[in-house]
Each structure stands twice: as structure tokens, then as C-alpha cells.
């Protein structure tokens, strides 16, 4: 059974950093296009960054631009999305998703979807 699992939120102040990572089960992270995503209650979802299925291309959204880095390391199956200079307006439940092509944009359509990890930034 496909299963995303999301790792590594947690309460941390302004100014901090933290690691998420986003580990696949029953599929193969090389034939997939990764984004990460992050949802605040009583507002919409929002794309927070992408990356291509060979991890050459990145797309990050202009909120985080300069903050978040994130990678894809196929060999263990995993996404991080590294999280620098924490705002409190970070502060949400942090989903990473899957889109089985080679690219997709931010934008695009992803059919896999994780259970989520809360990153709360708050001094």
C-alpha cells in the first residue's frame, strides 16, 4: 500500500530551523514528483515548495524563497524540506505529497498524500 510519512515538526521560536522529512512505502520516490504543502485551520491549503522526480528542478513559493531548501534522495526513498529563519506565519500542518510524473509544478495534481506534521513558531 502506497503511504507517505511526514517527520520532524515540532514547536520551535522565531529565528529556528527544523528538518522535515517525507519517507515513501510502496512506491519509488525516482518516478515521482515530490511537493510539500502546509494548511492552517479556517484557510486553504497552500504549496509551500516542489521538486522534479530526479530532483533537478526546484519550485519554491515566494513566501519561503530563500529560507527552504529542499532535497530528494531516491536511494532512501525520502524528501527533506529544510526550514531556516522560522516565522510565526509558518506555523501550520505541513503535508508532503506525490505526483507520479517527472515534473509538477506546485500547481499540479498530486494523488499521494501524507498524514502531516505540525510546525508551530512561536517564542
Known amino acids: 500500500q502506497v503511504q507517505l510519512v511526514e517527520s520532524g515538526g515540532g514547536l520551535v521560536q522565531p529565528g529556528g530551523s527544523l528538518r522535515l522529512s517525507c519517507t515513501a512505502s510502496g512506491l519509488s520516490l525516482e518516478n515521482y514528483a515530490i511537493g510539500w504543502f502546509r494548511q492552517v485551520p479556517g484557510k486553504e491549503r497552500e504549496a509551500v515548495s516542489c521538486?522534479?522526480?530526479?530532483?533537478?528542478?526546484?519550485d519554491y513559493r515566494g513566501a519561503v524563497r530563500g529560507r527552504f531548501i529542499m532535497s530528494k534522495d531516491n536511494a532512501k526513498n525520502t524528501v527533506v524540506l529544510q526550514m531556516n529563519n522560522l516565522k510565526p506565519e509558518d506555523t501550520a500542518l505541513y503535508y508532503c505529497a506525490a505526483d507520479r510524473h517527472f515534473w509538477s509544478s506546485c500547481d499540479g495534481r498530486y494523488e499521494y498524500w501524507g498524514q502531516g506534521t505540525q510546525v508551530t513558531v512561536s517564542s
Open positions: 521538486i522534479s522526480s530526479t530532483g533537478g528542478i526546484t
